[in-house]
């Protein structure tokens, strides 16, 4: 219903009510009808559901399959281990899903609490969600909107609607109708909603929508609907389950043919198990978790507040960035910069004018009110020793405000406003083409235009007569003001084009002032340059965005709905968006985005619950600075993937080659999970701190659908594992005279050894480690030395000998360890030396 449309008497008629309000049997009526004026949350999860769920998983019923037929078999080492491993995963998968919603909590805080009602020609006060369409409801300066109310009365009304609308400045409100249907929301002077707040005046409304069926309701639907997963984790959930198939198929494999061969079922169940552990990445969760922790803390010194963690690396895919304007590609601080006199008036008449008609004060040696007024009395300069004897405050239907001082013997009046209305109060109207000339010129370069106009008189009307204090003026001159574009906004908007990524300014500003701004900081250019506003886009058919989207560079005045389908549009074209926001109308796009970024400064409770990312200087260049951290993150994930996961890729081999070849199982579990864990884990952490590729921001962003093991890694994990695989059998079969014990301590160091030789040679897919430097990444060494150091204590220390089932190694066999690992790194070496030759790299499996 467009109630805007409505008349008063067409209001009341249609909700049967009357000015003196509703009756008590209507308002049970209707509260049964329409219910609590509340807006309703969905069922949260409890914190002990979410902790179970992390048991659900398929790989930890795999892991836990395994530490049941390791204590069945009698090993119970490896079971304490296994069970101990679940335990740890469950908690930092528990840590990573334990982030409240409380989007709709904020929403619910922004609901009036308490309501001023006229019931059975009474008033009272009443609980906000007692309210029913059709009561009537009394608003003033300091309250909070309890409903969606259709004005009937309203005296000096103003109403601040920036978090629904996105526009900051304070709404002037009256009764009258409108006749257009589509008129926007920013538009509807006499509609007050709920979850916006009274700045001035008092009114009387009919409520006339409650709870969800409320403008704000309609958002908190839709941030309800909003949701989605990473990149990274949709590619690592459909990585888990084809590591699940492939370990299940392998165990069920070399079960079925041991079975056949008649060894026996301890010995199977025991290289099943070890297949089973030496194939799940126990190391990955808590190395990614890690790593995007350490990249949140990273962006967190840069001003980038990472909400989700995932998020983090979400920032390295982004292909367009959505952005508001006011303060965050803005200064958010009006100034004048330009202004226009009549040649027979001096400029300093102008700024005189400006010094005198303003309503600022000054507190705590600050000036405080209208950031308009502000820019004004700044570029005047000192004002003239003069008082104020009389003020006629702005109202929406002169649209203008007027002073009077004292000059001299005679009384001086200052008037300012909209330049149609001041161009109406002249004297002398011979120059008012040239007025409006002027004015259009300057607006079409995105100045807001406030018009000044001045006359002395020798007495005073009545005070009340405004038609005698603003009529018979002498025009003084025009004000442009701007927000200036932020110097640091330029510069990230021309290294997002480098770096591929499209930048879209979405403002509740009107269109010529968001053109402006686009053409000077380089949003809109030769390749982007249509603008849109939201009344166009109502128009257009259903699919018009998604044909249409990545054309269009500027849209001004769109509602919550329009700026939701937008980033949907942009979604549905291949698109991974990012979207900031700072009013509850933000909230449902940020949700839906890929990476919703939220004003830290100037944001909502509720934008900032919906986003991924806050701004904490809510400054445009800070994203910029997220998206090249999370390029930085994505690489170094991708770094530890291929070392943790060539690892694994080794002990399948080893694993599943020794029994068909009628060798003992190489390694027993437990040694398999250190590998996993120590050996694996802390170099894989290391690797987070490499620095980022010189030219990370130089690239363009990577394609949304591209596989994870891209650019050759799953060729190299495939390679590299089988080598090493190759390598630890062969170094068992060579070693087999041994006591078991002995031969499997001298394999189990070798494949350690392996590791990390391969982890200092995977610092970079081309560059050589000699040129890269050692000291280039010191986390990375001093994590290398210390896993050495772990291993020399397994071997050599008597307590992990028996927990690992090692024994101590002579130095000759220590030193034919490194030495055959040492081959790892001069292959991986040789690779890239290829590589570097071709010119380029292996496509991805």
């Not at 409903?147 to 609607?161: F, P, S």
């Not at 009256?174 to 009274?198: C, H, W």
């Not at 109406?424 to 083409?433: C, V």
């Not at 701004?615 to 910029?624: C, K, Y």
């Amino acid at each position: 219903m467009n109630w805007h449309t409505l008349t008063i008497e067409e209001t009341m008629k249609r909700l049967h009510t009357q000015t003196d309000g509703l009756d008590e049997q209507d308002v049970q009526a209707r509260l049964l009808e329409h219910g609590k004026n509340e807006l309703v949350t969905g069922k949260r999860t409890s914190v002990l559901m979410i902790f179970l769920r992390q048991f659900v998983d398929v790989m930890i019923l795999i892991l836990a399959a395994a530490g049941v037929i390791s204590a069945v078999v009698g090993e119970m080492s490896d079971t304490i281990v296994i069970l101990i491993i679940i335990i740890l995963n469950a908690i930092i998968g528990f840590i990573q899903e334990y982030r409240a919603e409380r989007a709709m909590e904020a929403l619910q805080k922004m609901a009036a609490p308490t309501a001023k009602v006229k019931r059975n020609g009474r008033k009272t006060g009443l609980a906000a969600s007692e309210l029913v369409p059709g009561d009537v409801v009394l608003v003033e300066a300091g309250d909070a909107v309890p409903a969606d109310i259709r004005l009937i009365e309203a005296v000096a009304l103003k109403a601040n609607e920036a978090s629904l609308t996105g526009e900051s400045a304070a709404v002037d409100k009256q009764p009258a109708s409108i006749a257009e249907e589509d008129r926007q929301l920013a538009e509807r002077f006499n509609m007050v909603y709920k979850g916006t707040s009274i700045t001035n005046g008092h009114g009387t409304g009919i409520v006339v929508s409650t709870g969800m069926k409320t403008e704000l309701g309609k958002i908190a639907d839709m941030l309800d609907k909003a949701d989605g997963v990473t990149p990274l984790q949709k590619r690592l959930s459909a990585f888990s389950r084809k590591i699940t198939v492939i370990i299940i198929f392998l165990c069920i494999g070399l079960f079925v043919a041991g079975y056949l061969r008649g060894e026996p079922i301890n010995q199977l169940l025991l290289t099943s198990i070890s297949l089973a552990v030496a194939a799940i990445p126990e190391a990955l969760p808590a190395v990614i978790t890690i790593s995007l922790a350490l990249g949140a803390r990273r962006l967190l010194g840069q001003n980038a507040l990472m909400r989700r963690l995932h998020a983090v690396e979400t920032l390295g895919s982004v292909t367009y960035i959505c952005t508001d304007k006011t303060g965050t590609l803005t200064k958010n601080e009006m100034e004048v910069r330009e202004t226009w006199v009549p040649d027979e008036v001096d400029e300093v008449v102008l700024k005189e004018a400006m010094a005198l008609n303003h309503d600022v004060t000054e507190r705590d040696g600050q000036a405080a009110g209208d950031p308009t007024e502000i820019a004004l009395i700044t570029y005047a300069g000192e004002p003239p020793t003069t008082s104020k004897l009389l003020d006629l405050p702005f109202d929406s239907d002169r649209k203008a405000m007027t002073t009077v001082h004292e000059h001299e013997s005679r009384y001086r009046v200052v008037t300012k406003g909209a330049t149609e209305s001041i161009a109406a109060m002249l004297k002398d109207q011979s120059n008012h083409e040239n007025i409006r000339r002027k004015e259009e010129e300057m607006a079409s370069e995105g100045m807001r235009v406030i018009a000044y106009a001045q006359k002395f008189i020798d007495d005073l009307p009545q005070e009340g007569d405004m038609a005698a204090f603003e009529s018979q003026l002498e025009f003084v001159g025009l004000a442009g003001l701007v927000d200036p574009p932020r110097e640091e906004a330029k510069a990230a908007i021309k290294e997002c084009q480098t770096a591929g990524i499209i930048t879209v300014m979405i403002t509740g500003d009107h269109p010529l002032t968001a053109a402006a701004i686009g053409r000077e900081i380089g949003i809109i250019n030769d390749r982007h340059n249509q603008i849109m506003t939201g009344a166009e886009l109502a128009e257009k058919d259903p699919g018009f965005l998604e044909r249409s989207a990545k054309d269009i560079s500027v849209y001004a005045r769109v509602s919550p709905e329009q700026k939701l389908n937008i980033v949907d549009a942009l979604q549905r074209n291949g698109q991974f968006v990012s979207m900031t926001g700072d009013g509850v109308n933000d909230a449902p796009s940020l949700k839906k985005a890929n990476i919703g970024v939220a004003m830290g400064i100037t944001g909502t409770d509720v934008t900032k619950e919906a986003a991924d990312m806050i701004l904490l200087d809510d400054n445009f260049a800070t994203i910029v600075k997220a998206v090249r951290e999370g390029r930085r993150v994505y690489d170094n994930i991708r770094k530890f993937l291929r070392y943790i996961l060539t690892g694994n890729t080794a002990e399948i081999w080893a694993i599943f080659l020794a029994p068909i070849l009628g060798l003992p199982i190489p390694l027993v579990p437990v040694q398999i999970l250190w590998v996993n864990l120590v050996t694996d884990g802390l170099p894989a952490l290391a690797l987070a701190a490499e620095p980022a590729e010189k030219n990370i921001m130089q690239r363009p962003p990577r394609k949304p659908n591209e596989s994870i093991f891209a650019d050759g890694l799953g060729i190299h994990v495939i390679w590299v594992g089988i080598f090493i695989g190759l390598l630890t059998v062969g170094a068992q079969a060579w070693l087999l005279g041994k006591n078991v014990e002995h031969w499997q301590t001298i394999v189990f160091t070798i494949l350690c050894f392996c590791q990390l030789w391969h982890v200092l040679a995977i610092r970079s897919e081309t560059r050589s480690l000699f040129k890269l430097g050692l000291l280039s990444n010191k986390s990375l060494l001093w994590a290398v030395l210390g896993t050495v150091a772990l291993q020399i204590a397994v071997i050599y220390v008597p307590f992990l000998n028996s927990f690992l089932h090692t024994q101590p190694l002579t130095a000759g066999e220590l030193a034919l360890c490194i030495g055959v690992s040492t081959i790892v790194f001069v292959v991986v070496e040789i690779e890239k030396l290829v590589r570097r030759r071709m010119g380029g790299a292996h496509k991805g499996v």
